[in-house]
């Protein structure tokens, strides 16, 4: 420990808190500190299916802005995926197809169209993979970064580099303000609490886990919300639903039967595939994700939180910019 270092701490270790840290023990000599009440498979991030595709529900403060984030998110997976780590990290590339029974307009993704290295419409041959009378389509290349491995990777990686990670309910800003210089919020849906913030919304959703080694890309369509996602294990994610508002993490059968009925119809041999799991998790929407610095008293806050059901996407390119404006408020003594 350097005794000279700023002192920075970061709460919450699901896939935001542990990028910004990550990114902190990379580029500056600070000491980072770590706090969570829950990890790996205790966050929402562990629920992710985990795909690279930000959706229009997905805003940060200014198109450019949001434009920014998901750009810098897509070159840092690409680095991970490029270097010799990326089985490690659970990343690996696949093409994923998005088909629409009403509109061409309804399968294109305008964020990611000039991002990409291959995006175009579908051809007759790949509309007719899917079933249920799909009649347009986009198909793009993108990745998964499956957070069973990238949250793990990512705190032995922080552990060996001297971050300190540990367990602890942050009740206030105020409980730790003696203890640090900077602090990064990453509280993801504790945001609701710990700031007060009404505009954190869950957005409940839930997945099926299914044995298909064979699956090889990922399928979209719009009946509601229906999507099947492969896995680097072989385990592929049926899903979904999205419950606005909803605080509901029990598995409900129902909800179950609906997203194998739909992905049955979508990929029918899926209907052989074994069903291992389900599971349930929160998405911590916020209209505009909040990447802001304030500062409370003594204390320099960073906050980072709101992602919804793109946290995965985009934690990279929030927590650059999260960094940055940390940085920032440790060089100058700010009055905001
Ligand atoms: C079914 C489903 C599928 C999804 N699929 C995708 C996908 O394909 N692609 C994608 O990009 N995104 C997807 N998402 C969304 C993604 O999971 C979230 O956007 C992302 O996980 C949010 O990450 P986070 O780190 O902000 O929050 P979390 O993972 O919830 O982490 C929050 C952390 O903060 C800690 N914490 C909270 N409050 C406190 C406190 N007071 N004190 C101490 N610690 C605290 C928690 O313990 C936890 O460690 C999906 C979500 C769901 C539910």
């Not at 490029?82 to 197809?97: D, L, P």
Request: include cysteine; proline fraction near 4%.
């Amino acid at each position: 420990m350097n005794i000279d270092a700023p002192r920075i701490g970061v709460i919450g270790a699901g896939v935001v808190g542990l990028t910004v840290a990550d990114i902190l023990q990379k580029t500056s000599k600070a000491n980072v500190t770590v706090m969570a009440d829950g990890f790996g498979e205790d966050t929402v991030s562990a629920v992710a299916a985990g795909i690279f595709r930000p959706g229009t529900t997905f805003r940060g403060p200014t198109k450019e802005i949001t434009k920014k984030w998901i750009n810098d998110s897509w070159h840092y997976w690409q680095d991970i995926l490029k270097s010799s780590e990326a089985n490690h990290a659970g990343i690996f590339s696949f093409n994923c197809y998005v088909y629409s029974t009403q509109s061409y307009q309804a399968t294109r993704n305008r964020l990611i169209e000039d991002l990409v290295p291959y995006y175009k419409e579908m051809t007759e041959d790949e509309l007719r993979i899917a079933g249920g009378e799909q009649k347009y389509g986009s198909c793009f290349s993108t990745v998964k970064i499956g957070c069973d491995n990238y949250l793990p990777w990512t705190e032995k990686r922080l552990k060996r580099n001297g971050v300190r990670i540990v367990r602890e309910k942050v009740e206030s800003f105020e409980s730790v303000k003696k203890k640090y210089d900077l602090v990064f919020n990453c509280t993801g849906l504790g945001a609701r609490y710990l700031c007060d913030d009404e505009n954190v919304v869950p957005i409940r959703g839930q997945i099926a886990k299914v044995k298909a080694p064979w699956l090889k890309a990922s399928f979209y369509s719009d009946y509601a919300d229906t999507y099947i996602i492969p896995g680097i294990d072989g385990v592929a994610t049926l899903g979904g639903v999205r419950n606005y508002d909803s605080y509901n993490k029990k598995f409900n059968k129902h909800d179950a039967a609906a997203i194998l009925e739909r992905c049955y119809t979508l990929l029918p041999p899926l209907r052989k595939a074994l069903v291992v799991g389900h599971r349930v998790g929160l998405r911590p929407h916020r209209d505009i994700v909040r990447v802001e610095p304030e500062i409370l008293g003594d204390l320099k806050v960073v906050h980072c939180y709101g992602h919804g059901g793109y946290g995965v996407t985009t934690a990279p390119g929030t927590a650059l910019h999260a960094v940055s404006i940390g940085m920032d408020l440790l060089r100058t003594k700010h009055k905001l």
